[in-house]
């Protein structure tokens, strides 16, 4: 199995920190979000209440002090084995350099998340950054990947917006215990 540390970034590393967000960061993480298209852009708000009440299930990357790199979770109320991230986003000068999968490897390295046995996101069909994102996090940590349509254009967007597929990376024991 292919460990994170194993995982050579083509661009720089060093100096990359990752921590919990907290209220002052809301607005650098609305503006990562407008840098990162396509991702869908919430309100400044919207941040804010990350930043301060999701902040143990959120990751923020930095580098020499500018926000590179964010990934929001939770972990659903009624799947307390579970964690799901909304969102995750890398800055475009900081692509090349494994941020998503080592953000996503300090979130779920986290006390909060130690009970975890599965990791759920959903994905467009089309959004291959994404696929690419949670499988080769699958692939690093040995977790089996599955996906199904959850909200359909048609029944839950309006025709709006593309299906979102519910994508589960199951881990064989919890993550901590298995990476």
Known sequence: ?????????????????????????????????????PLDENSHYFYLVQCEQFRD????????????????AHIPPTEEDSVFVWQVAVSPNARGAKLGVRMLDALMRREECRD????????????????????????????EVSD?????????????HDTEHLVTLSFAEPYQAAA
Not at 5 to 31: C, E, H, N, W, Y
Not at 57 to 72: K, P
């Open 57 to 72: 299930t959120c990751v923020l990357a930095e580098r020499d002090g500018e926000v590179i790199g964010w990934v929001s």
């Open 148 to 160: 199904r349509p959850h909200y359909l254009e048609e029944d839950h967007f309006d025709g709006a």
């Open 116 to 143: 975890a046995e599965r990791l759920r996101t959903t994905i467009t069909p089309d959004n291959d950054a994404s696929w690419g994102l949670f499988r080769k996090f699958a692939k690093m940590c040995g977790a």
């Open 1 to 37: 199995m292919e460990n994170i540390r194993s995982l050579k970034p083509k661009a720089p590393q060093a100096g990359i920190t990752f921590r919990k967000p907290t209220v002052a960061d809301g607005s650098a993480v609305l503006s990562l979000i407008q840098d990162c298209h």
